[in-house]
């Protein structure tokens, strides 16, 4: 079962300037670490509003599957949730339609099981096993 939301993921060409220009939104926000996740050859950032997180995904390569979005101006890319059991809440998204596209660990999560997922209406899910 989904236990809380927890951020939404946006493709951006520049964390520094996305974070710059989320700054004037909300001065206060919360900046976490800069993540490298290699696998999938981007760099990820969140920033925090008050209990809420912006994931900044930039493409650190051409070959990134995610740089093609970009240049199409696909900024929103997912929303990201956190699970208890991933594999038993994957295996009932699934029975309802939805799609998996890949399952992961990341460092972005202290390597923690993550998985991708296509809903219905064709929209990104990641779910994040806590």
């Given at each position: 079962m989904i236990t809380f939301f927890h951020h939404i993921g946006c493709l951006v060409h520049n964390i520094d300037d996305?974070?710059?220009?989320y700054k004037i939104l909300h001065p206060h926000g919360i900046l976490s670490e800069l993540y490298k996740i290699e696998d999938q050859l981007v760099n990820v950032q969140f920033f925090e509003i008050n209990g809420t997180y912006i994931e900044f995904v930039q493409p650190l390569s051409e070959q990134?599957?995610?740089?093609?979005?970009?240049?199409?101006?696909?900024?929103?890319?997912?929303i990201g949730v956190f699970t208890d059991n991933i594999d038993m809440e994957i295996d009932r998204l699934e029975k309802?339609?939805?799609?998996?596209?890949?399952?992961?660990?990341?460092?972005?999560?202290?390597n923690h099981y993550c998985c991708f997922l296509y809903n219905l209406e064709m929209h990104l899910i990641e779910l994040i096993e806590k």
């Open positions: 996305a974070i710059a220009d990134s599957s995610l740089y093609k979005l970009l240049k199409k101006n696909a900024g929103f890319h997912h309802e339609g939805y799609r998996k596209i890949n399952k992961f660990r990341s460092s972005a999560f202290d």
